[in-house]
Nanobody, 130 residues
Framework: QVQLVESGGGLVQAGGSLRLSCVASSRSFSRYPLGWFRQAPGKEREFVAAITWNGENTYYKDSLKGRFTVSRDTGRDSAKNTMYLQMNSLKPEDTAVYYC???????????????????WGQGTQVTVSS
């Protein structure tokens, strides 16, 4: 069973940056696509970004392209079992709890829907002040 732990959240001023990390408990993590989602108070959980098992393909919520970058340890570094989300030019509307998730049992593709992911972290709070 894969356990995921996010870190790196915090309070930042608008225009600032944060880098989130997601560490998996198992080396099998390196074989699966991973995703980032976020949930703001009173809103549904929404897709942020996803990355394939080898890091070669990435997917983003359209409105976040150019500000957010997803990456993961691959190849020789894959034993670190870590995925990252670099967030730049943060805005107050980016305030949310950010979750990482592993897509293990669902068919390939369709990275954009939360119901395609099987394991979730506990989330890390990101707050952007204006």
């Amino acid at each position: 069973q894969v356990q995921l732990v996010e870190s790196g959240g915090g309070l930042v001023q608008a225009g600032g940056s944060l880098r989130l990390s997601c560490v998996a408990s198992s080396r099998s993590f390196s074989r699966y696509p991973l995703g980032w989602f976020r949930q703001a108070p009173g809103k549904e959980r929404e897709f942020v970004a996803a990355i394939t098992w080898n890091g070669e393909n990435t997917y983003y919520k359209d409105s976040l392209k150019g500000r957010f970058t997803v990456s993961r340890d691959t190849g020789r570094d894959s034993a670190k079992n870590t995925m990252y989300l670099q967030m730049n030019s943060l805005k107050p509307e980016d305030t949310a709890v950010y979750y990482c998730a592993a897509k293990i049992y669902s068919p390939p593709g369709n990275y954009y829907h939360a119901n395609q992911y099987d394991y979730w972290g506990q989330g890390t709070q990101v707050t952007v002040s204006s």
